[in-house]
């Protein structure tokens, strides 16, 4: 089993920042991708970054690309999702994700939540104007 544990939510005004933390428990292993998705008030869940844990595979999803990064400190089991020049459009409920194979073995791409097997219990941004 795999243990996936966000911090970094809060309330922030538009225009800040935000750095968001995963950090991984238990059989990592398991966790070869990790994935940030978020979901706002009667959307659906979307996908916003993919990162493998080798380094290999990283991708950010169009509606975030320039604002949002993605990095790991392996060391520490965590990785990041490091928000900039937010809008009140972010405020949503964020969760990282992972599974240990790449989405491509489930047919479907990596920003579609079905890819992952392991969820972690979220964290909420809220963004003012």
């Known amino acids: 089993q795999v243990q996936l544990v966000e911090s970094g939510g809060g309330s922030v005004q538009a225009g800040g920042s935000l750095r968001l933390s995963c950090a991984a428990s238990g059989y990592t292993v398991n966790a070869k991708y990790i994935a940030w998705f978020r979901q706002a008030e009667g959307k659906e869940r979307e996908g916003l970054a993919v990162v493998s844990r080798d380094g290999s595979t990283a991708d950010i999803g169009d509606s975030v690309k320039g604002r949002f990064t993605v990095s790991q400190d392996n060391d520490r089991n965590t990785v990041y999702l490091q928000m900039n020049s937010l809008e009140p459009e972010d405020t949503a409920i964020y969760y990282c994700?992972?599974?240990?194979?790449?989405?491509?073995?489930?047919?479907?791409?990596?920003?579609?939540?079905?890819?992952?097997?392991?969820w972690g219990q979220g964290t909420q941004v809220t963004v003012s104007s």
């Open positions: 994700a992972a599974d240990e194979q790449w989405s491509a073995v489930y047919g479907v791409p990596w920003y579609l939540a079905r890819a992952y097997k392991y």
